[in-house]
């Protein structure tokens, strides 16, 4: 079923207010989820870079530290 007709159905049935709603309802959980997404990225990159550092620090502290 196309979604311009799901929503002339339900705007016939309940009143344009709450297909609107509806509407906008969806549109905010998509944005949420493309978001999400993106946000999920770039916590997963910071997170490689953290533990990176973590390593290094490790690294110099268990190792006697720089002996330049």
Known sequence: ???LTIFKEIASMYGLPFA??????VWVLYKNDQRESRYLTVIQTLSEDVKERLSK?????FDGGDKE
């Not at 620090?57 to 502290?61: G, Q, T, V």
């Open 20 to 25: 609107l709603f509806i509407a906008l309802l």
């Open 57 to 61: 620090i490790e690294a110099r502290i």
């Open 1 to 3: 079923m196309e979604l």
